[in-house]
């Protein structure tokens, strides 16, 4: 493997945890790794004293992390963000494995700020957040007993990234950001419903769809410019042809 991981522009994200202590377990885990930043959507405080009873030395984490009361609010700066599942399904493809994923991540990591984001220990990610993440990755475990704790999923991955450290390839590519994405995309729906290619029975299939084609292709501002320019340029056709008609039916 050619590069390696730039872990301070990793991040973990912990949507809605039930249970301070493995939000304490997870400190621990990222600690030893060596990564840093500890973002809370929506669940119990990072804070909590039994929290710090599992961080075991890495009290400093739980101190510094980051609460959002929503996953999109949380990830509007990143320019890559992972969602873990458990679950396989078309709309959780293409699915990575640990190694892939940090192959994925190498070219981007020096430039842009990268979020593996983990559901919450009962049902994991909803759809909605999982339309919200560029790239998928699944631990493999046995089919006996699939469920991993929610540290023990965290150090897996972060043991992966931690194994490819310390240098970063000479080449690097700076993405939009996930707000930047997420603009486009409304923009995109609202333009692809007044043309009439969305119908309100399939409008969130084809969207999430949609999400997943441009998502995994790592968009960088240019490309998003571009997208918004010629959604932009479909609402002006439209508009004029409204007008024309609007002409036409008043003489």
């Known amino acids: 493997m050619e590069g390696k991981i730039v872990l301070d522009s990793i991040s973990i994200t912990l949507v809605r945890p039930r249970f301070p202590e493995n939000i304490g377990s997870v400190a621990r885990a990222m600690k030893n790794m060596g990564i840093h930043r500890l973002i809370v959507v929506d669940g119990c405080s990072p804070l909590h004293m039994n929290a710090y009873k599992l961080a075991s030395g890495a009290e400093e984490i739980l101190e ?30 293409p699915l990575l494995t640990s190694k892939e994923l940090v ?9 842009n700020l990268i979020g593996l984001v983990f559901g919450s220990e009962k049902e994991g990610l909803k759809n909605e957040e999982l339309s919200l993440c560029h790239l998928y990755t699944r631990i493999p475990s046995s089919e ?36 930047q994405v997420e603009r486009m995309f409304e ?32 968009m960088e501002e240019r490309d998003v410019r571009i997208l918004q320019g010629i959604w932009s340029q479909m609402d002006w056709c439209l508009r004029k042809g409204k007008e024309g008609r609007d002409r036409k039916g008043g003489e």
């Not at 192959?103 to 430039?111: D, N």
């Not at 704790?149 to 194994?163: D, G």
């Open 187 to 218: 923009h995109m729906e609202k333009t692809l419903l007044d043309i009439g290619f969305l119908e309100a029975e399939n409008m969130k299939r084809i969207m999430r769809t949609l999400r997943r084609l441009f998502g995994r292709s790592q």
């Open 144 to 179: 006996s007993f699939p469920s991993l704790n929610l540290a023990q999923a965290v150090m897996v991955l972060c043991y992966e990234l931690f194994q490819s450290s310390d240098t970063v390839p000479e080449r690097d590519t700076r993405l939009a950001s996930s707000e």
């Open 64 to 93: 510094r992390a980051e609460e959002f009361p929503t996953l999109s609010e949380a990830i509007s700066g990143m320019g890559c963000v992972v969602g873990m599942t458990s679950r396989t399904g078309k709309e959780r493809t």
């Open 103 to 111: 192959e994925k991540l190498i070219s981007i990591s020096k430039k």
